[in-house]
T-cell receptor
């Protein structure tokens, strides 16, 4: 069974204080790993898809990286508007290979 | 309207009521999904439709009944719900079953 574990559950940062969120996964064969951002009262917003170990993608202050066992979402010099819950999901190869298995998310709070 | 829209945004219903949730996507996508999001739990996939055909029913109780009349519209009919069904119900769409999913804002459901 595919599993996704995100850590920490919650993270508080001061504005400008860089850090990383972790997504560890267990999957029979990885087709893709997805990062989403979710603001309170809203649906998840797509950020990145990573397909193979060593791949990196960047968007503004966010950079996602992927290894064979985990993904990191690095946040550089965060601002208060980066506060949100960040969700990680994996999509497996084979079987119902379109289904996303989500983690519980990391709640990020950036204080001014 | 752009993206994925959901109505109503909030719904309070008694256990004997019948109600429906509506989802519409304006992205020209072929696949649509229903998810349930409860506090402290990962997103749970409920149903998947691809080109109007149901491809997944993730062991969802029969008190939830989906309907997909065309590739742009998705409904979730609710009847005889339980208080534990209270959650955020999210609709999503994607170009195909393996592409990234785009989510609507969700319907916050409270069952009394």
């Amino acid at each position: 069974e595919d599993q996704v574990t995100q850590s920490p559950e919650a993270l508080r940062l001061q504005e400008g204080e860089s850090s990383s969120l972790n997504c560890s996964y267990t999957v029979s064969g990885l087709r893709g790993l997805f990062w989403y951002r979710q603001d309170p009262g809203k649906g998840p917003e797509f950020l990145f898809t990573l397909y193979s170990a060593g791949e990196e993608k960047e968007k503004e202050r966010l950079k996602a990286t992927l290894t064979k066992k985990e993904s990191f979402l690095h946040i550089t010099a965060p601002k208060p508007e980066d506060s949100a819950t960040y969700l990680c999901a994996v999509q497996a190869i084979g079987g119902s290979n379109y289904k996303l298995t989500f983690g519980k998310g990391t709640l990020l709070t950036v204080n001014p | 309207e752009t993206g994925v829209t959901q109505t109503p945004r909030h719904l309070v219903m008694g256990m004997t009521n019948k109600k429906s949730l509506k989802c519409e996507q304006h992205l020209g996508h072929n696949a649509m999904y229903w998810y349930k999001q409860s506090a402290k739990k990962p997103l749970e996939l409920m149903f998947v439709y691809n080109f109007k055909e149901q491809t997944e029913n993730n062991s969802v109780p029969s008190r939830f009944s989906p309907e997909c009349p065309n590739s742009s519209h998705l409904f979730l009919h609710l009847h005889t719900l339980q208080p534990e069904d209270s959650a955020l119900y999210l609709c999503a769409s994607s170009q195909d079953l393996q592409a990234q999913e785009y989510f609507g804002p969700g319907t916050r459901l409270t069952v009394l």
